[in-house]
């Protein structure tokens, strides 16, 4: 069966359409924050509120990570999922106070309550994503996810770049803002569209999960033991580097060396790099030619010698500059000042390593997701 087959007579109750619709809703709601934060600092000149309302951001994933999965469990993916896009809009609409009012105190709130909006939309797509498939389809269902989320941050690419084509201005005018607000309350409107996880059906008439009765009490045992497995402890430092590069190459290097236009064009090939990352290791996730452990240890050392190299590479980058904006209104000390896309020789190695970044980010997530679902199929247990 080919890769498009899967589409195909899908009904309403498939988990093939169930991923697609939740790959819609972190096409317009994550993909638009993804592309605001690819652009350095939200888009702004001063980088100060973005980075201070990305730390307040990860204070509360943090917690609601963990949380997450139980607030789902108790109120189901669809309000989980719908109350949660709208954190995402909140946190673009703060930007456009930030543009008339110079305080930058909504947006660092806005991302605090962002955190939490984001911890759980991530549990719920998390657990759609890993236990809805069967086992052999489980790296193909992940890269048709993978694909469609990242398609919202190309078009979240292409605006800035269209808008502030002609700007002279080193900051995103309140029209890319306005449509990211439009573009994520409609992601976060698709979540009530989603199948209760009880009524998903496989292919091969199996149920998704078993229904069962749960209670805060029973989701807060459920959490400690996670913190007793042994194998959940082991994933720890993988999930914790899953998100720790993002800063770094959104800020010191996008949103560092580019000027304003060339950052929207270089996050239309970082996030397309991504899909097709994602597409290749899909057919070695799901080769049934070789056993499971094979194909993890396989993807494992791909991911690590193309991140080594990868990152040997932005090393070598970064020996030429700081991190950006310089006292006195210097825009960066890289040399020859923010480079424009038009500059054909400056642009290219950077740009190019840029977009190599969004490949190992696909590789990289794709991976951590294949080896959380190999562990289990139970949908509560995966939340």
């Known amino acids: 069966m080919g890769f498009l087959d899967k589409f195909r007579g899908a009904s309403y109750f498939s988990p093939m359409t169930q991923v697609v619709l939740v790959g819609f809703v972190c096409f317009l709601c994550p993909g638009m924050f993804n592309a605001l934060n690819g652009m350095g600092g939200g ?6 509120t973005g980075n201070n309302a990305n730390t307040a951001l990860y204070c509360t994933f943090i917690i609601f ?3 997450g999965g139980a607030i789902v469990n108790l109120c ?8 949660s ?4 809009a909140l946190y673009s609409s703060s930007y456009i106070y930030l543009n008339h009012t110079g305080n930058g105190a909504f947006t660092i709130a806005a991302g605090a309550i962002l955190g939490i909006g984001a911890g759980i939309l991530w549990a719920a797509q998390g657990m759609i994503m890993v236990s809805y498939p069967r086992e052999e389809e489980k790296g193909r269902y992940i890269a048709v996810f993978w694909i469609i989320f990242n398609m919202g941050g190309m078009l979240g690419g292409i605006l800035p770049f269209a808008i502030n084509y002609n700007s002279t201005k080193d900051s995103l005018s309140d029209g890319v803002y306005i449509a990211f607000v439009i573009l994520e309350c409609i992601g976060a409107a698709l979540g009530l569209a989603l199948a209760p996880p009880s009524k998903v059906v496989r292919e091969d008439g199996s149920s998704v999960v078993l229904v069962k009765y749960t209670s805060v009490r029973i989701e807060a045992v459920e959490i400690l033991k996670l913190f007793m497995n042994p194998t959940m402890l082991a994933l720890l430092p993988m999930c914790f580097a899953s998100n720790f590069f993002y800063s770094y190459q959104f800020g010191p290097i996008n949103g560092s060396i ?14 397309g790099a991504q899909m097709i990352g994602a597409y290749a290791l899909s057919f070695l996730l799901d080769n049934q030619r070789m056993t499971r452990k094979t194909r993890g240890i396989i993807a494992l050392g791909i991911v690590a010698v193309f991140f080594n190299v990868v990152w040997g590479g932005t090393l070598k980058l970064q020996q030429k500059y700081t991190h950006g904006p310089l006292p006195g209104g210097i825009p960066t000390d890289y040399p020859g000042g923010l480079i424009d896309f038009l500059e054909s020789k400056r642009a290219a190695g950077p740009i190019i390593l840029y977009t190599l970044h969004g490949v190992g980010d696909a590789l990289y997530q794709n991976l951590a997701y294949w080896v ?6 139970d949908g509560q247990k995966l939340s």
């Not at 896009?85 to 995402?88: D, E, H, S, V």
């Open 43 to 48: 888009g702004q000149v001063d980088r100060t």
């Open 65 to 67: 990570g963990v949380l």
């Open 76 to 83: 189901g993916v669809r309000w989980t999922i719908f109350g």
């Open 85 to 88: 896009g709208l954190t995402y």
């Open 258 to 271: 580019f000027n304003i236009r060339t950052r929207g064009f270089n996050n239309i090939f970082y996030w």
């Open 372 to 377: 959380i679902g190999s562990l289990t199929n």
